[in-house]
């Protein structure tokens, strides 16, 4: 006979908010979906390890799925339908789409937004070099990183460069096995006592965070840098360039590993550019989910729109990140098809009644630098989507703080889908923090929240993630979209 509860214990089982591991709730079949999805998302970021090859990989998909263009629709004055769907290819670096609903874009549209941009090392514009018998390739990191986590580690080289011809060539070296990979050296401990006195950001500054490129010396006695003009000339017979072209190329050193499983129970994911891929992937395949139920007439109620940005590690400053006029220009493009005698009104009434998910990682709990954590407060791997109703630096500066009204309807909708949610501030007040799209979004007037995936070791070139995590941001956020 099960023993009965206490009024103390029936008090706080009402009360109180228990925050348990969503994997003691999963039955075997959602845990076999949840290994699936898993796999595909590897798979996904294996093949988008930059903002462009993510962008690329999102439209081929989009297309296979009957997404049109919406600026070959507005050139051609086409009006748009309930179940229509659409996207926007922003500079092959951002991309929104949309799945057009019931109700009038000026009752407002749900949307989650995520980045696609990562931490890394680029190349400078004019970056090759010869030194000590190597060849070297100069860089400027980019984005938020720990200089010294990026030597002694293979890396992939990343981009486009456009050949003298102005032909744009597609540049991916290191992720076959059988290619050669990059590598950014480090001082051996024998000659580093030094260095080792050093604070950690200075072990390694940013201008030796340079990548070696080749060794061997092109056979002719008179030529001044040898090894320099072989580099170039393997590069030359297979993109065409010469060495000018570096100018307007875009190259990037990304970590050449895949993504693997971690731990003996194989409940995590580790790789690079967990930040913000997880939850951009999550994002696109819970909007996607949409689309998909409109080709059965299950056609939303509201626009549902999925906005995948760049440049957010550096400020989402340009014209591909989130302070650009991109998803303004989206909306009003939706209002100007769907709505009636269109004016600016319009659009500024159908971003007032938006809602937005904010679909950013926030920094996992880690057991062995508990001291810069806020326990109550923090996000734990396994235990769910993590909800941060404000974000910023030490006193919220630079962020984004969402009213206790969306934030409650956010809940409302969680809760109605059984999608498990936690906290998650980012670390002690006064350890630092973080922003994300969040506030640029609200600044258009649109109700947004951060909610995204817990990452342990982030900005580092290997993070890691819970497989049961990337599944609920998945759910949560397939939910908001058709019912918030």
């Given at each position: 006979?099960?023993e009965?509860?206490?009024e103390?214990?029936?008090l706080e089982?009402?009360l109180?908010?228990?925050?348990?591991?969503?994997w003691e709730?999963?039955?075997?079949?959602?845990?076999?979906?949840?290994?699936?999805?898993?796999?595909?998302y590897?798979?996904?970021?294996?093949?988008?390890?930059?903002?462009?090859?993510?962008?690329e990989?999102?439209?081929s998909?989009?297309k296979?799925e009957?997404?049109?263009?919406?600026?070959?629709?507005?050139?051609?004055?086409?009006?748009?339908?309930a179940?229509?769907k659409?996207?926007?290819?922003?500079?092959?670096?951002?991309?929104?789409?949309?799945?057009?609903?019931?109700a009038s874009?000026?009752?407002?549209?749900?949307?989650?937004?995520?980045h696609?941009?990562?931490?890394r090392?680029?190349?400078k514009t004019?970056?090759?070099?010869e030194?000590?018998?190597?060849a070297?390739f100069?860089?400027?990191?980019?984005?938020?990183?720990?200089?010294?986590?990026?030597?002694?580690?293979?890396?992939a080289?990343h981009g486009?460069?456009?050949n003298?011809n102005?032909?744009?060539q597609?540049?991916?070296?290191g992720e076959?096995?059988n290619d050669?990979v990059f590598?950014?050296t480090?001082?051996?401990p024998?000659?580093a006592?030094?260095?080792?006195q050093?604070?950690?950001?200075?072990?390694?500054?940013?201008e030796?965070?340079?990548?070696?490129?080749?060794?061997?010396p092109?056979?002719?006695?008179?030529?001044?840098?040898?090894?320099k003009?072989?580099?170039?000339?393997l590069?030359n017979?297979?993109?065409?360039?010469?060495?000018?072209?570096?100018?307007?190329?875009e190259?990037e050193f990304v970590?050449?590993?895949?993504?693997?499983?971690?731990?003996l129970?194989r409940?995590?994911?580790?790789a690079y550019g967990h930040?913000?891929r997880?939850c951009?992937?999550?994002?696109?395949?819970?909007?996607?989910e949409?689309a998909?139920s409109s080709?059965q007439?299950d056609?939303?109620?509201?626009t549902v729109?999925?906005?995948?940005?760049?440049?957010?590690?550096?400020g989402s400053?340009?014209?591909?990140?989130?302070?650009?006029?991109?998803f303004e220009?989206?909306?009003?493009?939706?209002?100007?098809?769907?709505?009636?005698?269109?004016?600016?009104i319009?659009?500024r009434l159908?971003l007032?009644r938006?809602?937005?998910?904010?679909?950013?990682?926030n920094?996992?709990?880690?057991?062995n630098?508990a001291?810069v954590?806020?326990?109550?407060?923090?996000?734990f791997?396994?235990?769910?989507?993590a909800?941060?109703?404000?974000?910023?630096v030490r006193?919220?500066?630079g962020?984004?703080d969402?009213?206790?009204?969306?934030?409650?309807?956010v809940?409302?909708?969680?809760?109605?889908?059984g999608?498990?949610?936690?906290?998650?501030n980012?670390g002690k007040?006064d350890k630092?923090?973080g922003?994300?799209?969040?506030?640029?979004?609200?600044?258009?007037?649109?109700?947004?929240l951060?909610?995204?995936?817990?990452?342990?070791?982030?900005?580092?070139?290997?993070?890691?993630i819970?497989k049961i995590?990337l599944?609920?941001?998945?759910?949560g956020?397939a939910a908001?979209?058709?019912d918030a």
């Amino acid at each position: 006979m099960e023993e009965q509860k206490t009024e103390g214990q029936r008090l706080e089982e009402k009360l109180t908010f228990e925050i348990k591991s969503c994997w003691e709730t999963v039955g075997e079949n959602e845990r076999d979906a949840i290994i699936e999805f898993a796999e595909q998302y590897k798979q996904f970021i294996d093949k988008g390890k930059t903002e462009r090859e993510f962008n690329e990989e999102c439209l081929s998909i989009l297309k296979e799925e009957a997404f049109i263009d919406l600026e070959n629709a507005l050139l051609a004055g086409r009006r748009l339908k309930a179940g229509d769907k659409v996207y926007q290819n922003n500079r092959g670096k951002s991309l929104v789409f949309a799945v057009i609903g019931r109700a009038s874009i000026k009752e407002g549209v749900n949307i989650v937004g995520a980045h696609i941009d990562s931490p890394r090392i680029d190349m400078k514009t004019n970056p090759l070099y010869e030194d000590g018998g190597f060849a070297i390739f100069d860089t400027h990191y980019y984005g938020g990183i720990k200089h010294y986590q990026w030597t002694t580690i293979p890396l992939a080289m990343h981009g486009v460069v456009f050949n003298k011809n102005g032909e744009k060539q597609i540049v991916r070296i290191g992720e076959d096995e059988n290619d050669p990979v990059f590598v950014i050296t480090d001082l051996l401990p024998h000659l580093a006592q030094d260095q080792m006195q050093k604070k950690a950001n200075e072990f390694v500054r940013g201008e030796e965070l340079d990548v070696l490129a080749g060794s061997e010396p092109f056979k002719d006695g008179k030529v001044k840098e040898k090894v320099k003009l072989t580099v170039l000339n393997l590069l030359n017979r297979k993109y065409g360039v010469t060495e000018e072209n570096f100018a307007s190329a875009e190259i990037e050193f990304v970590p050449a590993h895949r993504a693997r499983d971690v731990g003996l129970d194989r409940s995590l994911i580790g790789a690079y550019g967990h930040d913000d891929r997880c939850c951009a992937y999550t994002a696109f395949r819970a909007a996607l989910e949409c689309a998909g139920s409109s080709e059965q007439g299950d056609i939303p109620e509201k626009t549902v729109v999925c906005l995948l940005t760049d440049k957010e590690e550096i400020g989402s400053m340009g014209n591909t990140g989130a302070q650009s006029r991109l998803f303004e220009n989206f909306i009003a493009y939706l209002c100007s098809q769907t709505v009636e005698n269109y004016s600016d009104i319009d659009l500024r009434l159908a971003l007032n009644r938006s809602a937005m998910l904010s679909a950013d990682v926030n920094a996992a709990y880690d057991p062995n630098f508990a001291d810069v954590f806020d326990k109550k407060t923090a996000s734990f791997c396994g235990k769910g989507l993590a909800l941060s109703k404000y974000t910023g630096v030490r006193g919220k500066v630079g962020g984004s703080d969402a009213n206790a009204e969306f934030l409650q309807r956010v809940q409302a909708i969680l809760d109605k889908h059984g999608v498990r949610w936690q906290f998650g501030n980012l670390g002690k007040v006064d350890k630092g923090g973080g922003g994300t799209i969040a506030q640029h979004a609200a600044n258009l007037g649109v109700d947004a929240l951060d909610c995204g995936i817990p990452v342990l070791s982030m900005h580092a070139p290997f993070e890691v993630i819970s497989k049961i995590d990337l599944w609920t941001a998945y759910r949560g956020y397939a939910a908001f979209l058709k019912d918030a």
